[in-house]
């Protein structure tokens, strides 16, 4: 432990420093891939906090819906993510693989959109529209469930299998349209599915009349941070041809963008 104190390791409080958040945000940053989940003690340690103070940080995280605990472990939870989404649609990866998903969309004629995962949203971070006339108006920080899209799918897929059917088994299972899927099996399946081969096609299950398919984007680590898709009209644009003219542009596309992300081995 750093033996220093948390009064010699801060400014002193001021009217611009706010001791109390900064240390708030120390306790966020104590999380990382190393450290996903923590016992209080190892929070105190990593923060030169006291047990008393890091307790009291982590229960307002708690509260405000930051930060979940099974009683022994802390671990940030999805919210988290909302204190970056203004920043993560602006960032210079986005910016470099707008032009990527320009290509895409004048390539496959159709609309393209990235978006990352927060509970059992997917919310868009970046999405280029075809010049068609398309029923949805969606825009960076839309957000749908995740359950009933392609994207969102790729994403759970994504998750530890145990932390895939907590997370789904207290999902109300409303049909959408016709061909939604309700029973929690045949969800769980069809993730899964899109964990084995590495994308996923969802016709009209959220909206009828709108087929997407999906692939996973990478980060440095490996690890699936955000998802790309082709959006379109099931009247004019079928399975089939999602999956042999469009997927193999849409893979392409997805390894270019990941490689951007330092991914790996793509």
Same mark, same amino acid.
């Given at each position: 432990?750093?033996?220093?104190?948390?009064?010699?390791?801060?400014?002193?409080?001021? =009217?611009? !420093?706010?001791?109390?958040?900064?240390?708030?945000?120390?306790? *966020?940053?104590?999380?990382?891939?190393?450290? +996903?989940?923590?016992?209080?003690?190892?929070?105190?340690?990593?923060?030169?906090?006291?047990?008393?103070?890091?307790?009291?940080?982590?229960?307002?995280?708690?509260?405000?819906? !930051?930060?979940?605990?099974?009683?022994?472990?802390?671990?940030?939870? +999805?919210? *988290? #993510?909302?204190?970056?989404?203004? !920043?993560?649609?602006?960032?210079?990866?986005?910016?470099?693989?707008?032009?990527?998903?320009? =290509?895409?969309?004048? =390539?496959?004629?159709?609309?393209?959109?990235?978006?990352?995962?927060?509970?059992?949203?997917?919310? !868009?971070?970046?999405?280029?529209?075809?010049?068609?006339? %398309?029923?949805?108006?969606?825009?960076?920080?839309?957000?749908?469930?995740?359950?009933?899209?392609?994207?969102?799918?790729?994403?759970?897929?994504?998750?530890?299998?145990?932390?895939?059917?907590?997370?789904?088994?207290?999902?109300? #299972?409303?049909?959408?349209?016709?061909?939604?899927?309700?029973?929690?099996?045949?969800?769980?399946?069809?993730?899964?599915?899109?964990?084995?081969?590495?994308?996923?096609?969802?016709?009209?299950?959220?909206?009828?009349?709108?087929?997407? *398919?999906?692939?996973?984007?990478? =980060?440095?680590?490996?690890?699936?941070?955000?998802?790309?898709?082709?959006?379109?009209?099931?009247?004019?644009?079928?399975?089939?041809? %999602?999956?042999?003219?469009?997927? +193999?542009?849409?893979?392409?596309?997805?390894?270019?963008?990941?490689? %951007?992300?330092?991914? +790996?081995?793509?």
């Amino acid at each position: 432990m750093n033996s220093q104190t948390p009064e010699a390791k801060d400014p002193k409080p001021s =009217d611009s !420093y706010v001791q109390s958040f900064a240390r708030g945000l120390e306790v *966020i940053r104590s999380f990382s891939a190393s450290a +996903p989940q923590q016992t209080l003690s190892e929070v105190a340690a990593q923060t030169d906090l006291t047990r008393a103070g890091a307790r009291r940080i982590l229960l307002t995280l708690q509260t405000l819906g !930051y930060v979940e605990t099974d009683g022994k472990l802390f671990r940030l939870s +999805p919210r *988290i #993510l909302d204190l970056g989404f203004a !920043y993560l649609s602006s960032l210079p990866i986005w910016n470099l693989a707008e032009p990527v998903m320009e =290509d895409l969309v004048e =390539d496959v004629r159709e609309s393209s959109s990235a978006a990352v995962l927060d509970g059992l949203d997917i919310v !868009y971070v970046l999405r280029v529209p075809t010049h068609k006339i %398309m029923r949805t108006n969606l825009g960076v920080g839309s957000r749908l469930p995740a359950p009933w899209t392609s994207m969102g799918r790729v994403l759970l897929a994504s998750l530890p299998d145990d932390e895939l059917q907590a997370r789904l088994a207290p999902v109300p #299972l409303a049909r959408h349209t016709a061909h939604t899927t309700t029973d929690l099996a045949e969800l769980l399946k069809r993730v899964r599915t899109a964990r084995t081969q590495g994308w996923c096609l969802v016709n009209q299950e959220l909206e009828e009349g709108l087929i997407s *398919i999906a692939a996973p984007l990478k =980060d440095r680590t490996g690890r699936t941070v955000a998802a790309l898709n082709i959006s379109g009209q099931a009247n004019r644009t079928s399975e089939a041809q %999602m999956r042999e003219q469009m997927l +193999p542009a849409l893979q392409r596309a997805a390894r270019i963008i990941s490689r %951007m992300m330092g991914a +790996p081995g793509v």
